[in-house]
């Protein structure tokens, strides 16, 4: 059993053993110099306190892991493996599930994965993560069950790659085909109300890209970042048929960043129209809340930090391509010749700006509101599509299809 208690100016770690004495903890100390709990919590042989002689259980070994003062408690990077101390506010009580999850999973060596900065709990800090936002996200942390589904989902992309399975967007679209062949062999009178063969296309199209992205949303976390962003444009291929080709990781060279020497930057994503013009497009996985922020910036659901740094990046995308001018659209002719089709020539004449991140449905009104006010702000470079509108687009196009192949 773990425990905490503040000492004075310290953070102190108690830990006591449900099936006996805690001597082990002593051999380990003694022939390896630390010990590590639950997978999480390192503590050194000088971190430990010594026993007092009144204590009434003697089978408990505390630790020193952290200090307090002003409004945080700070638990030093070593203990838990971390990039920097963690820091978390005092109004936040401190427990073993404020730390680890289930399987002994180490919550804060997961995040700090995933940034460059200090953990900060709570508080009045600028950057700390309010004490709401992160009990949602304990809330919200995977279980056993949901890791075990992810894992299974992920072998099963990989197993579909090479066994032929589909899924069910896919064997929707193959059952609508074959009804269609069979329907069109058997209605031979013009009683049968039927859309001409294009839009009839047309719409088996669409109504694929519908469910597939519905689909993928469902199961985004089973996606890498990398597979998420080209399932996406290959999708958005379909959506928008004036882009016949999307390329990745396309090199240009700058020379503003650094004056007076050559700089490479790669643009993740580039969409290429009919007539050689390409445009930029920013994917971002759907994150729960990657759109405007739930609390207010004086009075405002202001833009979350996901989606401001992907608008800076495209405006920055951007530049580069219109400053590297008739070099750069030689280069990237030259360079993905064999993707583009034959004869196609780059042009690189006004680039817009594509930003595709986050779900609106699960915003209040004034938060969808702010988010559509940010929007509107950036439209002339930037289109910022959530995942919602998408779907929503998608919708419009399926019900005006259906409605023009029964007038």
């Known amino acids: 059993m773990i425990n905490f208690e503040d000492r004075g100016t310290q953070v102190v770690l108690s830990y006591e053993s449900e099936w006996g004495p805690v001597t082990w903890v002593d051999d380990k100390l003694r022939t390896s110099g630390e010990v590590t709990l639950s997978h999480t919590f390192t503590m ?4 430990l306190l010594s026993v007092g002689e009144d204590d009434e259980k003697e089978d408990i070994r505390a630790f020193i892991v952290g200090s307090v003062g002003g409004e945080y408690r700070s638990i030093r990077d070593d203990v838990l493996g971390l990039k920097h101390d963690l820091h ?42 309010p004490v709401d936002e992160f009990n949602r996200l304990l809330r919200t942390f995977p279980t056993t069950t949901e890791m075990k589904l992810y894992a299974w ?21 193959a059952d609508h085909m074959a009804r269609r062949a069979r329907s069109k062999s058997l209605a031979g009178d013009k009683l049968v109300p039927r859309l001409p063969a294009a839009k009839e296309l047309e719409l088996a199209k669409f109504e694929f890209v519908r469910r597939q992205l519905s689909e993928m949303l469902h199961d985004a976390e089973a996606f890498s970042e990398a597979e998420w962003q080209q399932a996406v444009a290959d999708l958005f291929l379909l959506i928008f048929p004036q882009y016949v ?29 009919a007539n050689g013009e390409v445009d930029v497009i920013e994917i971002k996985k759907p994150f729960e809340r990657s759109l405007v922020s739930r609390s207010r910036y004086r009075d405002n659901h202001v833009p979350v930090r996901e989606l401001s740094g992907a608008i800076i990046q495209a405006e920055k995308y951007l530049f580069y391509l219109n400053k590297s001018g008739q070099d750069g659209e030689m280069y990237i002719t030259e360079t993905y010749r064999d993707r583009l ?30 988010f559509d006010f940010a929007r509107r702000g950036y439209s002339n470079v930037v289109d910022i599509i959530s ?13 005006s299809l259906h409605k023009r192949g029964l007038t």
């Open 44 to 47: 050194r042989s000088a971190d």
């Open 88 to 129: 978390i506010s005092k109004s936040l009580r401190l427990t073993k599930s404020l730390f680890v999850a289930e399987r002994n999973i180490s919550i804060f060596r997961r995040i700090d994965e995933l940034v460059d900065e200090p953990i900060i709990i709570g508080g009045a800090h600028p950057s700390a993560i």
């Open 153 to 173: 989902t992920r072998i099963t992309r990989v197993l579909r790659e090479y066994m032929g399975a589909m899924t069910d967007a896919e064997q929707l679209l």
């Open 245 to 273: 080709a999307v390329l990745s990781n396309v090199l240009v060279k700058e020379r503003y960043s650094n004056p007076g020497r050559e700089t490479k930057r790669y643009i993740d994503l580039l969409l290429v129209s």
């Open 341 to 370: 089709p034959s004869g196609l020539e780059i042009r690189i004449t006004n680039p817009k700006a594509f930003v595709l991140s986050g779900r609106d449905s699960n915003l209040s009104t004034e938060e969808r509101a702010d």
């Open 387 to 399: 995942y919602d509108d998408l779907l929503r687009r998608l919708d419009n196009v399926i019900s």
